[in-house]
């Protein structure tokens, strides 16, 4: 009895019946898609770090000409 159902796992193998690539097609997509969506929320969280970065205050107390210079450099 085992070999005859091995025998049609074998026939459905190799007839196409048992295809196994839209399983992996669906992974690889599903994959592509949420590197793409890392790298898109990566780069908006950058692009908001910045703009705060702009936006915050400067405090005047710890600047000396010292500082100044350097931080130009």
Do not use: C
């Not at 399983?23 to 990566?42: F, K, M, P």
């Amino acid at each position: 009895m085992d070999e005859l159902t091995i025998q049609e796992l074998i026939k459905a193998k190799f007839s196409g019946e048992l295809s196994q690539s839209t399983t992996y097609v669906n992974l690889t997509i599903q994959a592509v898609a949420v590197l793409i969506g890392g790298i898109v929320l990566w780069r908006a969280s950058n692009a908001i770090h910045k703009k705060k970065l702009k936006e915050r205050k400067q405090n005047t107390f710890f600047q000396t000409p010292y500082s100044r210079y350097w931080k130009n450099r």
